[in-house]
């Protein structure tokens, strides 16, 4: 059975840092690309970033360029998202979720995990 | 980067067809794929690609799709199928290869 479990969310304030961790299982994590999504209280889904299945290829939303970094551990089933220079906008639910190919114009995500929330606030 | 629009909000009669539309530019280059979410549980996958369902999803969900415009359809729609619906795909009119997701859609059965 497929799992990605996420952690690390919390409370932090205005400019501080914070980094998500999202544990897989059930799958051979090092052949899928992976992704961070996130949702704010009330608010639609966003994109926030992707890492290809060996790390070569990463991308990022604008909207936390230059704050944010992506990264994975292979050999332990890990994706993590590196969260620096929080602002109150950044406050959301950070789901992981697993990237899956038919073809290259059919991508999608298959598996999701539960979510790990993140307040920025003083 | 794109933008995929929806309608805020449909309504359906129980036992009966609700269409849920996404417009984009990033859908005549690439197939929609939509989630079901409710309230507090993570987006689950309903349909991707042309029009497959993942195991476990019931056949009353399907998709299709024509230019910018992609569509999910649920036929004979249950209470269970009242939430929220997103589109997503991939998008590729900036400088790298990026994700978009629809501004949503609150279905709720009557």
């Known amino acids: 059975e497929v799992q990605l479990v996420e952690s690390g969310g919390g409370l932090v304030k205005p400019g501080g840092s914070l980094r998500l961790s999202c544990a897989a299982s059930g799958f051979t994590f090092s052949s899928y690309s992976m992704n961070w999504v996130r949702q704010a209280p009330g608010k639609g889904l966003e994109w926030v970033s992707s890492i290809s299945s060996s790390s070569s290829y990463i991308y990022y939303a604008d909207s936390v360029k230059g704050r944010f970094t992506i990264s994975r551990d292979n050999a332990k089933n890990s994706l993590y998202l590196q969260m620096n220079s929080l602002r109150a906008e950044d406050t959301a639910v950070y789901y992981c979720a697993r990237e899956a190919v038919v073809v290259p114009a059919a991508a999608y995500f298959d598996y999701w995990g539960q979510g790990t929330l993140v307040t920025v606030s003083s | 980067s794109s933008e995929l629009t929806q309608d805020p909000a449909v309504s359906v009669a129980l036992g009966q067809t609700v269409r849920i539309t996404c417009q984009g530019d990033?859908?005549?280059?690439?197939?929609a794929s939509w989630y079901q979410q409710k309230p507090g549980q993570a987006p689950v996958l309903v349909i991707y690609?042309?029009?497959n369902r993942p195991s476990g999803i019931p056949d009353r969900f399907s998709g299709s799709s024509s230019g910018n415009t992609a569509s999910l359809t649920i036929t004979g729609a249950q209470a269970e199928d009242e939430a929220d619906y997103y589109c997503n795909s991939r998008d590729s009119s900036g400088n790298h290869p990026t994700w978009v997701f629809g501004t949503g859609t609150k279905v709720t059965v009557l």
């Open positions: 990033s859908l005549r280059s690439y197939y």
């Open positions: 690609g042309k029009n």
